[in-house]
């Protein structure tokens, strides 16, 4: 019975991906200008949350009391109402408008009832106004688009792809789940280090490149479903460019047959007729990658100097904060990818300098390419990715975080822009009016505002102003 469930799940999700995956709807172009009303942020940068409708449980970033497919939104609500935002109950007054109805569609669970029943809820919200100033939680889907109208609200999500990513508008975060591996203790102080002392990259680094032995390194799922364009890219890459094996020493490509890869659509050669990465011959369960040689994930991660990170079914995959965390440069590729934060401010260019990006035509030459990346470049990279760990960027509420210093860093620039150079008054000394207390115990010891976000905002790496 439950194998049954399954496989309903699979249909509804196969059901679902026609024509969300091969087709790209068009979104509506936006910019700051055109779909976004600065002058509400000028004098703060609060955020008005909407009533938590009464179905949903109190919002919680604990896995334990939430399904993984419901944790998302309620972990994006309860981090914006805990992190020291400023929060205010008058719409009116708001900078950032968030809807607290779940819009994720997280692990592809949404049907078209759901799409028609999230564009009605959002156009029926007393403040939505086309969705201008309002933020869009749209995570953890395969989808190139949310599936629904967002109108001119901004999307947060970690499945775009080149032609739905709105620069400078939408915010296209890195994918994490809520149970992933934490960054490597060595990898985080080592960022730490870097973010606050000069020091030769080379002998800082010392400690995390010893034992790196492998060049390149990929151990990790190919899934099949059964209509093309769900989960095909991946599939392509590797039957494309790394059939497995790989007959060099120092790269380990390992494509694991998971889930059902019997009968039609193509899969790769040694997963037909696979379950599990498991095939029946005479009654005995044989591993499909029996053949190759085997190194398990730790140990890659642990010797490897890059990781390979080919998109999932959607556009990103976990192996990037994974690689990362481990002291591995990631290598990311595939059809309509970009790097997280898409190079924007401070976070984007780390992430710019950790991440290799190799587009799919330039695969035939990959390793031959990493094999002459210098040592310096190396060593930059990798000082990224360190600073990157060091943020506790596998979080989903630092990610929550950085997504509303963004969009703040974006209309401090604006306003610059239009005021020649003059700071909003919640960023200044003339700010000082909006106070915050620094703890629970400091009854007496209040700061400016304007202190109190310029460093939150530079603790999870978008600093709000250049030096």
């Known amino acids: 019975m439950l194998f049954v469930f399954f496989i309903l799940i699979a249909a509804e999700t196969v059901r679902l991906a026609e024509g969300r995956f091969d087709a790209v709807d068009a979104v509506v172009p936006c910019s700051l200008e055109t779909c976004f009303d600065v002058s509400k942020c000028a004098s703060s940068p609060k955020i ?61 669970f949404c049907r078209q009832s759901d799409f028609d029943r999230l564009e009605a809820a959002l156009r029926s919200l007393p403040h939505w106004n086309e969705g201008k100033n309002h933020i869009i939680f749209n995570y953890n889907n395969d989808w190139p688009n949310p599936g629904f109208d967002v109108g001119k609200a901004i999307v947060v999500r970690a499945s775009s792809i080149t032609q739905t990513y709105r620069p400078d508008f939408d915010v296209a975060l890195p994918l994490t789940r809520p149970i992933i591996r934490e960054p490597s203790p060595l990898m985080v102080h080592l960022g730490r280090l870097a973010s606050m002392i000069e020091a030769d990259p080379a002998q800082l680094l010392q400690p995390i490149m010893r034992g790196r032995d492998l060049l390149l390194y990929f151990r990790g799922c190919v899934h099949k479903f059964g209509s093309p364009g769900v989960c095909e890219d991946r599939i392509n890459i590797f039957r494309d460019h790394f059939p497995p094996p790989v007959d060099q020493t120092d790269v380990v490509i390992l494509a694991m047959c998971c889930g059902n890869h019997f009968g039609p659509p193509r899969t790769l050669s040694h997963c037909e007729g696979c379950y599990d990465n498991f095939r029946n011959v005479n009654g005995s369960n044989v591993s499909c990658t029996a053949a190759w040689p085997d190194v398990s994930f730790d140990e890659g991660m642990r010797r490897a100097r890059f990781a390979f990170a080919p998109r999932g079914c959607g556009s990103l995959s976990y192996r990037l904060l994974e690689a990362i965390g481990a002291g591995s440069v990631p290598v990311l590729t595939g059809r309509g990818t970009f790097v997280p934060f898409a190079g924007e401010g401070h976070l984007g260019q780390l992430w710019a300098r950790c991440v290799i990006h190799t587009p799919e035509d330039q695969l035939p030459q990959l390793i031959s390419s990493l094999r002459a990346i210098s040592d310096a470049e190396y060593h930059t990279r990798l000082l990224a990715c360190a600073q990157i760990a060091a943020l506790q960027s596998h979080s989903t509420q630092v990610m929550t975080e950085q997504t509303i210093c963004i969009i703040l860093y974006r209309i401090v620039n604006f306003l610059k822009r239009e005021r020649k150079g003059e700071l909003p008054v919640w960023l200044s000394t003339a700010g000082s009016a909006l106070r915050a207390d620094l703890g629970p115990h400091s009854e007496t010891m209040r700061v400016p505002y304007s202190r109190v976000l310029m460093s939150q905002c530079s603790r999870v790496g978008v600093p709000l102003v250049h030096p």
């Not at 896995?63 to 309620?74: D, S, W």
């Open 48 to 108: 008005y949350l909407y009533p938590i409708p009464s179905e949903q449980i109190i919002p919680t970033c604990n896995i334990r009391m939430r399904v993984e497919r419901f944790f998302y939104q309620a972990c994006f609500v309860y981090s914006l109402m805990s992190a020291g935002f400023q929060l205010t109950e008058d719409p009116t007054e708001a900078c950032l408008l968030v809807p607290t109805l779940d819009a994720t569609c997280s692990m592809n």
